[in-house]
């Protein structure tokens, strides 16, 4: 039976920018992104005589079904790939979710990227692009990783040079904040409209990457959630630099930073590109 494990990375937001309002109900988003090596597992099985798509995971508390990310890819590239037989997704959690460090869309986009490679590449690059961006506004960049900029929901996308860090913490109080409820909790000064700095400005500003830290949708998320200032707060009188991660509710510091007991934490680093296969 063809199957292939890979890696499904978290990433950060080294840079978070509001350009505007869409009319489709989006934001056009300036973002910087990091994958790290914190990641979750994803086993992807084809069975060319089978039926039907079946997602488990390790953690009861999360959907194996149409809730599910990592379901809901395999059966778009199914249809996408006009794909017969039967898939298994196996998901093993590492990655927090609720979090805006990307655990649902990585797992997502490994299960792509996966059927892609065990299936003989059906879908070209641009309809990989498009059923990924289908399922989520930062799958695409999952299917690159490494360091990058983005524009538009997050698909318009450059590779940029490497970041290297040492240690960062990764920090989640517990709590689960929704996406769109900190978009809709922007005022109109946060929400713009403001001009995009582009590629080159990013590829600039990560030579001093404390100076590049920044998060728009950071305001609104402490507003939604006071202990995610709380977790700022913490980290900032650690003396590292520190941001939230896109919408939270994690946030982290570019340091070794311990934390109090309720509060989670991750030690990483940043992490290598998309779609790094393991031994099955
Ligand atoms: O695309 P995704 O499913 O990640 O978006 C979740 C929600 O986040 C959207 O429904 C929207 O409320 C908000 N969002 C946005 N602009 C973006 C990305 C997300 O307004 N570029």
């Known amino acids: 039976m063809p199957s292939l494990v890979l890696t499904a990375p978290a990433k950060l937001n080294l840079y978070l920018e509001v350009l505007g309002r869409r009319a489709d109900g989006f934001h056009d988003l300036e973002m910087v992104f990091q994958t790290l090596t914190l990641a979750d597992v994803v086993e992807v099985t084809w069975e060319p005589g089978g039926m039907g798509t079946v997602c488990t995971c390790d953690d009861p508390t999360l959907p194996t079904g149409t809730g599910n990310l990592a379901w809901r890819a395999a059966e778009a590239f199914r249809v996408a790939a006009g794909l017969t037989g039967g898939l298994r997704v196996a998901v093993t959690k590492r990655i927090p979710h609720g ?3 990307g655990g649902g869309s990585s797992d997502a986009a490994s299960v792509l990227l996966a059927l892609q490679r065990l299936t003989g590449a059906p879908l070209a690059e641009s309809q990989l692009a498009q059923v990924a961006l289908d399922l989520g506004s ?4 999952f299917l690159m990783g490494g360091t990058a900029h983005a524009r538009g929901r997050g698909e318009i996308l450059t590779a940029l040079p490497p970041v290297v860090t040492s240690t960062l913490t990764v920090v989640m109080p517990p709590v689960v904040l929704p996406t769109p409820r900190v978009f809709s909790a922007m005022t109109d000064q946060e929400r713009g409209p403001r001009p995009l700095r582009g ?9 001093d990457l404390p100076s590049l830290l920044f ?19 913490h980290l900032g009188r650690q003396g590292f630099p520190c941001l939230m991660s896109g919408s ?33």
Do not use: Y
């Open 248 to 280: 939270g509710a994690a946030c982290f510091a570019l340091g070794p930073v311990a934390v109090p007991p309720g509060w989670r934490s991750w030690t990483t680093t940043t992490g290598p590109g998309a779609g790094v296969a393991l031994p099955s």
């Open 199 to 207: 590629a080159a400005w990013a590829t600039q500003a990560l030579q």
């Open 99 to 101: 979090a805006g460090l």
């Open 215 to 233: 998060n728009r949708l950071s305001d609104p998320a402490v507003r939604c959630c006071p202990e995610v200032g709380q977790v700022l707060e």
């Open 138 to 141: 930062d799958v695409p960049f």
